[in-house]
């Protein structure tokens, strides 16, 4: 068993990526630059924030426990991911699974859910003590931009980490 950081997972860590790599293979990236605080319907900021999160190609059969059905060499796909830093839960925009627990990665274990939640889990520990900071920088996008009131769409601008040549 290999012991600490790869050189390329340390030099993607600087350069504001985190990487991480499923028991079945699979690579699920998240750029720290698309962590936001967010108010989710509520007054302030404080309490959330959302990023862009995306899993890598998957090959092979894959059971979907959302839909119900199996699927065939699925091709990358980008989530925004809302998250509570106070109740430590998260929702993956899209997917139709709503608010999840992922305070105790464990309770997942031999689940489907158990990689996703212990990747939201690590971002959740990483950035929720970096709320204060997060806020100004929201505050200062709303300044700059004021906040247009949101149409109902299930578009998701933005881009997802595998549209550069980052696995290389």
Same mark, same amino acid.
């Given at each position: #068993?290999?012991?600490? /950081?790869?050189? =390329?997972?340390?030099?993607?860590?600087?350069?504001?990526?985190?990487?991480?790599?499923?028991?079945?293979?699979?690579?699920?990236? #998240?750029?720290?630059?698309?962590?936001? *605080?967010?108010?989710?319907?509520?007054?302030?900021?404080?309490? !959330?924030?959302? &990023?862009? !999160?995306? %899993?890598?190609?998957?090959?092979?059969? &894959?059971?979907? /426990?959302?839909?119900?059905?199996?699927?065939?060499?699925?091709?990358?796909?980008?989530?925004?991911?809302?998250?509570?830093?106070?109740? !430590?839960?998260?929702?993956?925009?899209?997917?139709?699974?709503?608010?999840?627990?992922? =305070?105790?990665?464990? =309770?997942?274990?031999?689940?489907?859910? #158990?990689?996703?939640? %212990?990747? /939201?889990?690590?971002?959740?520990?990483?950035?929720?003590?970096? #709320?204060?900071?997060?806020?100004?920088? *929201?505050?200062?996008?709303?300044?700059?931009?004021?906040?247009?009131?949101? =149409?109902?769409?299930?578009?998701?601008?933005?881009?997802?980490?595998?549209?550069?040549? /980052?696995?290389?």
């Amino acid at each position: #068993m290999k012991r600490g /950081i790869a050189p =390329k997972q340390t030099r993607d860590a600087e350069e504001g990526l985190r990487t991480w790599i499923r028991d079945t293979g699979t690579v699920v990236k #998240m750029r720290t630059n698309t962590v936001k *605080a967010r108010k989710l319907g509520h007054p302030e900021y404080g309490r !959330y924030i959302s &990023f862009i !999160y995306t %899993r890598g190609p998957i090959t092979g059969s &894959f059971y979907n /426990i959302w839909t119900g059905q199996y699927y065939n060499n699925l091709p990358a796909k980008s989530w925004t991911t809302e998250a509570d830093c106070q109740d !430590y839960t998260a929702n993956w925009e899209g997917d139709g699974g709503g608010w999840i627990d992922v =305070k105790d990665p464990d =309770k997942y274990v031999g689940s489907q859910l #158990m990689d996703s939640v %212990r990747e /939201i889990n690590s971002v959740l520990r990483e950035f929720c003590p970096q #709320m204060d900071r997060l806020v100004e920088e *929201a505050k200062e996008r709303d300044r700059l931009n004021p906040p247009v009131e949101k =149409k109902n769409s299930n578009s998701r601008g933005g881009r997802g980490v595998w549209d550069d040549d /980052i696995l290389d």
